[in-house]
Nanobody, 124 residues
Framework: VQLQASGGGLVQTGGSLRLSCAVSGRTLSSNGMGWFRQAPGKERELVSAITWRGGSTRYADSVKGRFIISRDYLKDTLYLQMNSLKPEDTAVYYC??????????????????WGQGTQVTVSS
């Protein structure tokens, strides 16, 4: 599975961004897709995840009500719509994929496939 993330940038507090992750290779067997983020000096954390086929989702408490994860079968693309952005959302965002289970674990070590990161910076 190959993942290519895009869509990051600089935005003011309260603004919006949409991240995209193009998926190629064995997409039909990709059971879970997720977005993680890592801020300087902090561990990588799960932001949101979705099962590719069933559409079940999970969100970190810090982004509930502000971020929306979705996927487009026809385009083999994962999205993360980020609204009401805050300075604490500033981080490098990564998309990830896992197979063989419909679990959406928050432990990044359980996600074997990763895209390159895309920087999101929210100015105050």
């Amino acid at each position: 599975v190959q993942l290519q993330a895009s869509g990051g940038g600089l935005v003011q507090t309260g603004g919006s961004l949409r991240l995209s992750c193009a998926v190629s290779g064995r997409t039909l067997s990709s059971n879970g897709m997720g977005w993680f983020r890592q801020a300087p000096g902090k561990e990588r954390e799960l932001v949101s995840a979705i099962t590719w086929r069933g559409g079940s989702t999970r969100y970190a408490d810090s982004v509930k009500g502000r971020f929306i994860i979705s996927r487009d079968y026809l385009k083999d693309t994962l999205y993360l719509q980020m609204n009401s952005l805050k300075p604490e959302d500033t981080a490098v965002y990564y998309c990830a994929s896992r197979q063989g289970s419909t679990r959406l674990p928050e432990n990044s070590n359980e996600w074997p496939y990763w895209g390159q990161g895309t920087q999101v910076t929210v100015s105050s």
